[in-house]
């Protein structure tokens, strides 16, 4: 059996890892050093690269690029070890004569699936405490549900699970799981994963235990869903809360 499929999820889970932003709570130390850099026009991944001081092959592996020439304006490089966002050298843009008009529609980056209410279910039982947008000036990516200290947490949708263990800055314990659609849901502030890397689960099965691990004021559950790495406003899956 080919061994590029884990290899391909272990990159997924990764690459939205470095994608996610942590919600708003209090201090965690289970987090490596590093910084966010975002990428301007006119920034290349070799002048990001020697900025930080950092090879670009490594560089590269850490955001999982296989092609420099690719890089976005505007994606969030991971720079490792560094300390501050440092100013990055641009490239004078090139003055290039005006391209011939394709009748074939630009390529599809990324599908977007439209909300699908009711797709999945209720991952624990408690009282919403926080929504998805903008909170305190700051956009939140998921929603939070309070609920008693180790209070079971379940699986939204059937799936297979992409990452259990210390989650980026503030997101504490964590599980990801990965569904069908392109499909992530989220699960943090864990106080106990029941599920590790690989393992498939069932729609409804405990995954973890409500916790407050990480940057949070108290016991509750950060989940989001991330079609691709966007993220979704999980009210727009789930069902009317009875």
Same mark, same amino acid.
């Given at each position: ?9 272990? %990159?997924?889970?990764? =690459?939205?890892?470095?994608?996610? *932003? ?30 930080? #001081?950092?090879? *670009? ?7 999982? %690029? ?6 976005? *304006? ?9 300390? +501050?966002?440092? #100013?990055?050298?641009? =490239?004078?843009? $090139? ?5 011939? @008009? ?14 699908? $209410? ?8 408690? +009282? ?16 939070? %549900? ?13 799936? $297979?699970?992409?990452? &259990?263990?210390?989650?980026?800055? !503030? ?6 799981? @990965? ?6 849901? *989220? ?9 590790? @890397? ?15 691990? !990480?940057? &949070? &004021? ?6 989001? =869903?991330? #079609?691709?790495?966007?993220?979704? #406003? ?6 009317? $809360?009875?």
């Amino acid at each position: 059996m080919s061994t590029q499929k884990p290899l391909l999820q272990i %990159i997924f889970a990764l =690459v939205l890892l470095g994608a996610l *932003v942590s919600c708003q709570s209090l201090p965690e130390r289970n987090y490596r050093a590093g910084v966010y850099h975002t990428v301007r026009p006119g920034q290349t991944l070799y002048r990001i690269a020697k900025t930080y #001081n950092i090879e *670009v092959a490594s560089l590269m592996r850490a955001n999982h %690029i296989g092609d420099a020439s690719q890089l976005r *304006v505007g994606r969030r490089l991971w720079i490792p070890t560094a300390r +501050t966002v440092r #100013n990055v050298p641009v =490239v004078a843009a $090139k003055k290039t004569a005006p391209a011939a @008009k394709s009748s074939s529609p630009p390529p599809v980056e990324e599908a977007r699936l439209p909300p699908l $209410k009711g797709y999945l279910t209720w991952p624990l039982k408690g +009282t919403l405490t926080s929504t998805f947008g903008s909170r305190d000036g700051r956009q939140h990516d998921g929603i939070d %549900i309070g609920a008693t200290r180790g209070t079971p947490i379940l699986a939204a949708a059937d799936g $297979k699970v992409v990452f &259990s263990d210390w989650g980026p800055k !503030g997101y504490g314990l964590m599980v990801i799981i @990965k569904h069908p659609n392109h499909l992530t849901t *989220v699960y943090a502030h864990n106080s106990k994963n029941w599920v590790k @890397k690989n393992d498939t689960v069932k729609q409804g099965q405990r995954i973890a235990s409500v916790g407050t691990t !990480g940057r &949070s &004021s108290g016991p509750h559950l950060h989940f989001e =869903v991330r #079609n691709h790495t966007h993220p979704r #406003n999980p009210l727009k899956f789930l069902p009317a $809360k009875r």
